[in-house]
């Protein structure tokens, strides 16, 4: 009995024995031969380890990152400095075709640029206040808001005085336009609001500016608490050190600082640093590296010596303008009908010199 007990436990370990050497054999099996489920296995770990990845959960959750004011510059929640680079369009009610989305993929594919500015000019020909379509030029603010959204970066909506000169000449008609763009974009994390883009003449003093930017800030503030408010400052938003004695309540308001290189020069980047050093936030909405009139040669050397107080201080800023307007400060040649699919060909000198600043090439 005690022969045959022990013959029966040695078959029985020669039986489990086999069995596992099938097993690991077998496909799936968890023996050196199963090498397609060990790479399962490797990949699902990598899957895991990336869905735990803080910056992509954070993107899949809340789509572009909210950006807050934070000292002199922009910042995402977790506080870390966000610079804004980016192109303006010219006048959507002059040059509604650039308002694509194949054109501005191009443009952030290509140059890397993270912000649309959608420039409504509100007293000029067609202007919004004067006799443009105020329907027609919404409905391009909004095909402009929806594209950066799907392309993942932001936009600035541009209430663009500029020949109206003080922002109360057509404050009523600001008013209602900020409450409706608010209301409908409130809960979008990727748009910012330029209340007046270039105020200008004798009735265009900061206090005159900062009583106009005291009745629409909060108009927009009901709506949406939490978005980033460019303010423009006098003289063209030349001087935007300009509040430093007052400046607006609002913890979640930037200034502006316009320039064109070959006319605003180092007077001018002395008036930026003074403003930051002064612990102002600036954004410099629009620039150019042309002559103050949109047009003229290039100046290359100026435009990098504001590139680099910009970059120094991770100061925002976006460069005008994105049509075949035939002036040096268009990114498109004059004589380029195309609207997307461009080449490099196709750009202007100012538009070239941004490209390869953006992307270092």
């Not at 909060?218 to 400052?233: H, L, Q």
């Not at 607006?248 to 980047?269: C, G, I, Q, S």
């Amino acid at each position: 009995m005690k022969v045959f007990r022990n013959w029966f436990l040695a078959a029985a370990a020669l039986i489990i024995a086999g069995s596992m050497m099938l097993a690991a054999c077998a496909p799936g099996g968890s023996g050196t031969g199963s090498g397609a489920a060990e790479e399962q296995d490797a990949e699902e770990q990598d899957a895991g380890a990336a869905s735990e990845d803080p910056a992509e959960d954070t993107a899949s959750e809340e789509g572009i990152p909210a950006l807050h004011v934070d000292g002199t510059h922009l910042a995402d929640k977790a506080g870390n400095p966000v610079q804004l680079r980016g192109i303006s369009t010219h006048g959507i009610g002059w040059f509604p075709q650039y308002v694509n989305q194949e054109c501005i993929h191009w443009f952030k594919e290509t140059f890397g640029i993270n912000v649309l500015r959608i420039a409504m000019y509100t007293a000029e020909n067609g202007g919004y206040c004067i006799d443009g379509d105020k329907e027609a030029l919404k409905a391009i603010v909004d095909k402009g808001v929806q594209i950066c959204e799907e392309e993942g970066i932001y936009a600035i909506i541009d209430w663009h005085i500029l020949r109206d000169g003080r922002p109360q000449a057509n404050q009523p008609e600001a008013e209602k336009f900020f409450d409706e763009m608010s209301k409908k974009y409130g809960d979008k994390t990727h748009v910012l609001y330029e209340i007046c883009n270039e105020p200008n003449g004798d009735y265009a003093s900061w206090p005159k500016i900062k009583e106009y930017a005291e009745d629409i800030i909060p108009i927009i503030r009901k709506n949406d608490p939490d978005a980033v408010i460019i303010c423009g400052t006098p003289s063209w938003s030349k001087l935007c050190y300009a509040p430093e004695k007052f400046p607006l309540e609002d913890p979640n308001v930037m200034y502006t600082m316009h320039f064109y290189a070959a006319t605003n020069k180092e007077t001018n980047r002395k008036d930026m640093q003074k403003a930051l050093d002064a612990g102002l936030p600036v954004f410099v909405t629009e620039f150019g590296i042309v002559e103050s009139n949109g047009d003229e040669a290039p100046d290359t050397a100026e435009g990098d010596a504001w590139m680099e107080l910009c970059d120094k201080n991770n100061i925002s800023y976006v460069m005008w303008n994105l049509s075949n307007k035939d002036e040096s400060c268009a990114f498109i040649k004059p004589d380029v009908d195309k609207t997307s699919g461009f080449t490099l060909d196709d750009l202007s000198e100012s538009a070239l010199w941004y490209y390869h600043h953006l992307t270092g090439k």
